[in-house]
């Protein structure tokens, strides 16, 4: 009886992080799968201005605060459209299944898309690449 119980114990502690899994999965790809375009720009905005609230970039990217808003705004139709309607089950599931932590992993995806949005984007990567000319040719010959 006893080895019965033990081995059933452990069939059930295997399987729950299976689950589990799963769960977070199917949250993380309903975030990334039904982001529109749209939802990125949405977002890139938002992260964007965000991060021109550094104390390094205030005075080169001023930001008016009617604007933030306008983005805060933007982002909070998005989370409540993506979490409480499109992705609805799988948010549900997760909370209730994995508790807050996953969320909050799955949720860092946002994060993720709109810097993988911004960075993505041709003219931004070239300019991204662009202080290379401003090297000096001979800096390389060091590694050699």
């Not at 933030?68 to 409540?80: G, L, P």
């Not at 909050?104 to 911004?118: D, H, N, P, Q, T």
């Amino acid at each position: 009886m006893k080895k019965n119980i033990l081995i059933i114990s452990l069939l059930i502690s295997l399987t729950i992080p299976t689950y589990a899994q799963n769960y977070s999965s199917k949250f993380a790809n309903c975030l990334m799968q039904k982001t529109t375009d749209r939802d990125k720009i949405v977002l890139v905005r938002w992260a964007f201005s965000a991060l021109a609230h550094h104390s390094a970039l205030k005075e080169e990217f001023n930001i008016p605060k009617s604007k933030f808003t306008k983005h805060e705004i933007a982002v909070a139709d998005y989370v409540q459209y993506i979490l409480g309607t499109v992705c609805f089950q799988e948010t549900k599931d997760v909370l209730n299944y994995e508790g807050d932590e996953a969320f909050l992993k799955g949720f860092e995806l946002l994060g993720e898309i709109a810097f993988l949005s911004l960075t993505t984007e041709e003219r931004v990567g070239l300019a991204l690449e662009n202080y290379t000319r401003h090297i000096d040719p001979e800096f390389f010959k060091k590694f050699e």
